[in-house]
């Protein structure tokens, strides 16, 4: 699409997508004030409106994309390649989970080098499970089925054929804290 129609078409028909779904809901609204409540009226601009906001919405990732693959020293569209793996980082604590990919760019026509850094942080404090027939014996105070699975484990693919289970466990009586990780291997054939 890019291609086609160039980056400036693309923006302005994104900011008309936009004016339009306003123009629209505005109209809406306008139409609900109103004494004439007519629901003919009411349900084509609502849905002409969500239409506009989905297509400016769509419109905007296009233009974010270009703008990300353009070489910020020879300003030419979609240059960036990467030139390795990205280095991916998770930690997992008792109140976040982040997840850090840096990835390792190079422009293919004046070979200028970037580094992106995409940071996913999530808020993992969760309520306590449900299901509690993961309990453990606690190592903290010595009670027996003590330690309960207080949120849902974190899994991500680590490897190509390799996932990474962390399973967060805590007693009931002491407080006392246990992160427990489990690798599961995919059999490749």
């Known amino acids: 699409m890019i291609n086609q129609f160039g980056l400036e078409t693309i923006i302005i028909l994104k900011v008309l997508a936009k004016s339009f779904s306003i123009l629209l809901f505005s109209l ?3 139409e609900m004030v109103s004494e004439e409540n007519d629901l ?8 002409a409106s969500m239409i506009f906001f989905i ?8 233009e974010n994309y270009c703008n990300i693959s353009r070489c910020k020293k ?3 569209e979609f240059a960036y390649e990467e030139i390795k793996k990205p280095l991916i980082r998770i930690v997992s604590t ?3 989970y982040e997840k850090t990919i ?3 760019m190079r422009c293919k026509y004046c070979n200028d080098e970037d580094i992106k850094i995409e940071v996913d942080q999530r808020n993992s404090k969760s309520k306590t499970k449900k299901i509690n027939k993961n309990r453990k ?13 207080y949120r849902y484990p974190d899994v991500y693919l680590e490897y190509p054929n390799a996932f990474r289970t962390i399973r967060h466990y805590k007693c009931t ?7 427990s990780i489990k690798y599961d291997y995919l059999a490749t054939s």
């Open 28 to 30: 809406l609204i306008l």
């Open 40 to 47: 003919l009226l009411s349900t084509p601009l609502l849905f």
């Open 55 to 62: 297509v400016a919405s769509y419109l905007d990732e296009i």
């Open 94 to 96: 008792y109140d976040k």
């Open 137 to 149: 014996n606690c190592k903290g105070c010595g009670k027996k089925l003590a330690l309960v699975e």
């Open 74 to 76: 020879c300003c030419r």
């Open 102 to 104: 840096t990835s390792y």
């Open 173 to 179: 009586y002491c407080g006392y804290m246990e992160i």
